[in-house]
């Protein structure tokens, strides 16, 4: 089993994130240029999307995962994209908060509806909560395997449904009006984006593989101990 | 006459787990056409888990299964009796002959209402059974789509002396054979009962063979 | 050909089972109607006196889908409770077509409550306009694609019917916001037309993915 080899591949991971993202976050405070509209606040915006992208990358993984899962019936798709909506979800707690600041900085207020991302990702949230409760709900074993694979695919299809479902009911809801226009980025602003977009994606890859190593340890672990008793 | 019989089930090292426990650990199994096998073992030893994986419910966890019968020639009798209780007896055995394309479905419900004494409870809904009654009606149920592969788990189970010999009549009918018997102590419970059979019936009808497999616990 | 009649023949007869047995016990629709127009009476007391016609049709249409979480929370007891969906599994039709029996008979009740909720909310709040049926019978689809399948998965948890609200709501959302929008918008046609498009996406994957959650 080549563990050494798996072990090689996610330090290097692990390091390219530390570089990327410090990079990143210094190019972002001190490099970039101010946004013309919202001024030094608008840095956030460097980590708020990438992180958002990210989320949506996890969860994408997660159900590629679990589409494996259920077309090959091999049980170790189900710890990868377990692992893979853990990320998301945790990557998804951070957009909304950082979108909450965001918006408390730009606005004075802590939520706004009018924030599409905001609200797509509160819907996201909670779907995936769910998530971690039916498989909390149900005994370890292929079933369980199945059914979380299944909702990981109802999820990702919602997401771009949801999208949609929240442009549409922007008509009706009718939002405070708070504006904010998609940074036109310069080019400058755009490299600065690239990278902490990379820093993340590799953050997230970092994080990931060393849960699947940490849980598929505990796997190993579990299958010796049966295998002794 | 040849002696080859086709293989039925085929099943090296199979294993099902649940969670942490073993229900079923390493075991190799054959049944072939015409073979009447009863499953042998205490309480906890993994019969009725067997039998759920030989009947296709479960799939084993590791090792090999095969099993050469298609889910519409597999008749399976678990623990409980499987029938909605507020269908009639004669609305449960038609909703399953409708699924299992039964051929002339009316006239084999009725038959096996008869054969089975409950052609006058037909109308009755299943909720006011007795056990005895219900058990009955899942051996119908079981028998009805004429399936290759017999799987009972418990079938004496709730069954009065008359049940009981109607099912004796019905096993002896399915293996046609003058000379059946089981050899006394094999396989038999408390009761005198047989306590799981998995029959796999033969072109010629004929059971060619009688075995048994037992099943330790733990 | 001959498959695509037997799998018509396999959801007829699961479907009519299923009404069947409601027929018998009269379990779900009963509590459905009462459920729905107690919702309705509750939520014209939580609205202020000025309200909009936007804001109690929203409640019209959370009213509904509430109903159909309970009347979905019915929806597998029989298999779950006498082990009843082994024997299902088991026989020889496509497992999809048992999603697709019980999601048909989830429509019909669905229809019936809705029979009632729609010229309640008429006479305690305002007139329902046929957009607004047209948007809920795309609902309907909608709810019991997606509701049957989370009602299986959740029959088979420890939790059981507790899981099925929050598995279900989260996937609502977009049907709320395509009723909503079809009842009160100017362009009804838009919100119809995502209606449908919810139907379609999740109706195929629920189709298709019926069978993993079944299985073992």
């Not at chain 2, 017999?150 to 009549?169: F, Q, R, T």
């Amino acid at each position: 089993m080549s563990t050494s080899l798996r072990n090689n591949a996610a330090v290097a991971v692990a390091l390219a994130a530390a570089v990327l993202l410090l990079t990143a976050i210094a190019l972002a405070l001190y490099w970039a240029p101010n946004d013309a509209d919202q001024g030094f606040s608008q840095r956030i915006f460097y980590i708020h999307v990438p992180v958002a992208l990210t989320a949506y990358a996890c969860f994408g993984w997660g159900a590629w995962k679990a589409l494996r899962l259920l077309w090959t019936r091999e049980a170790r798709y189900d710890l990868e994209s377990y692992t893979a909506v853990h990320m998301g979800v945790i990557f998804g707690v951070l957009t909304l908060v950082t979108g909450s600041i965001w918006a408390r900085i730009s606005w004075g207020v802590w939520w706004s509806w009018s924030e599409r991302q905001l609200v797509l990702f509160l819907i996201l949230f909670l779907f995936y909560s769910a998530y971690f409760m039916l498989r909390y709900s149900t005994d370890p074993g292929p079933r369980r395997a199945r059914m979380s694979a299944v909702y990981a695919l109802f999820g990702v299809v919602l997401i771009p449904i949801s999208f949609l479902a929240i442009r549409l009911a922007e008509n009706f809801i009718h939002p405070v009006v708070f504006t904010r226009d998609g940074p036109q980025m310069a080019g400058s602003m755009f490299f600065v984006f690239c990278m902490s977009l990379a820093g993340t994606l590799a953050l997230a890859a970092a994080l990931y593989l060393n849960e699947l190593a940490g849980k598929r340890l505990d796997e190993r672990l579990r299958e010796l101990r049966e295998a002794l008793a | 006459m040849s002696d080859a019989r086709a293989t039925v089930i085929r099943a090296r090292g199979l294993e099902r787990r649940f969670g942490e426990k073993r229900a079923v650990a390493g075991l190799d199994l054959d049944v072939a056409a015409g073979d009447f096998l009863v499953v042998t073992g205490p309480n906890g030893a993994g019969k009725s888990t067997l039998l759920a994986l030989l009947a296709g419910l479960l799939a084993p966890t590791r090792g090999a299964l095969e099993v050469a019968v298609e889910r519409h020639e597999v008749g399976y009798l678990a623990h409980e009796p499987l029938l909605y209780r507020e269908l009639t007896a004669f609305e449960n055995l038609d909703f399953f002959g409708r699924l299992y394309r039964v051929p002339e479905r009316r006239e084999r419900i009725g038959m096996l209402l008869e054969r089975f004494g409950l052609w006058d409870a037909r109308r009755e809904r299943v909720g006011a059974f007795s056990r005895g009654m219900a058990q009955r009606l899942a051996l119908c149920r079981t028998l009805l789509h004429e399936p290759r592969l017999l799987v009972l788990d418990e079938p004496y189970a709730g069954l009065d002396s008359d049940g009981a010999s109607l099912l004796d009549g019905e096993l002896e009918t399915l293996v046609s054979s003058d000379t059946w018997s089981v050899p006394p102590g094999h396989g038999r419970g408390e009761n005198g009962r047989l306590s799981t059979v998995v029959l796999a019936t033969h072109d010629s009808g004929r059971v060619s063979r009688f075995t048994t497999a037992e099943l330790a616990l733990g | 050909m001959a498959a695509v009649t037997h799998y018509a023949a396999d959801v007829a007869a699961l479907a009519r089972k299923d009404l069947l047995i409601e027929l018998r016990s009269r379990d779900t629709v009963p509590a459905m109607l009462l459920f729905v127009v107690s919702a309705l009476v509750v939520f014209r007391f939580s609205l202020p006196a000025d309200a909009s016609n936007l804001a109690a049709t929203g409640l019209l249409w959370i009213a509904v889908i509430f109903t159909a979480l309970l009347g979905l929370t019915r929806a597998f007891v029989p298999e779950r409770e006498q082990r009843l969906m082994d024997a299902l599994v088991l026989s020889p039709c496509d497992r999809s077509a048992i999603w697709l029996g019980k999601a048909l008979s989830v429509v019909a009740f669905l229809v019936l409550a809705e029979a009632i909720a729609l010229p309640a909310f008429a006479l305690f709040f305002a007139p329902v306009s046929w957009e607004t049926a047209a948007a809920f019978a795309l609902a309907d689809l909608g709810i019991a694609a997606v509701g049957t399948l989370l009602a299986a998965m959740a029959a088979v948890t420890r939790a059981r019917e507790l899981l099925l609200p929050l598995l279900f709501l989260p996937l609502a959302v977009p049907i709320v916001v395509g009723g909503v929008g079809a009842s009160v918008e100017p362009d009804p046609a838009r919100y119809l037309a995502f209606l449908g498009l919810y139907d379609l996406l999740f109706a195929i994957l629920a189709w298709a993915s019926f069978e993993y959650v079944v299985t073992e």
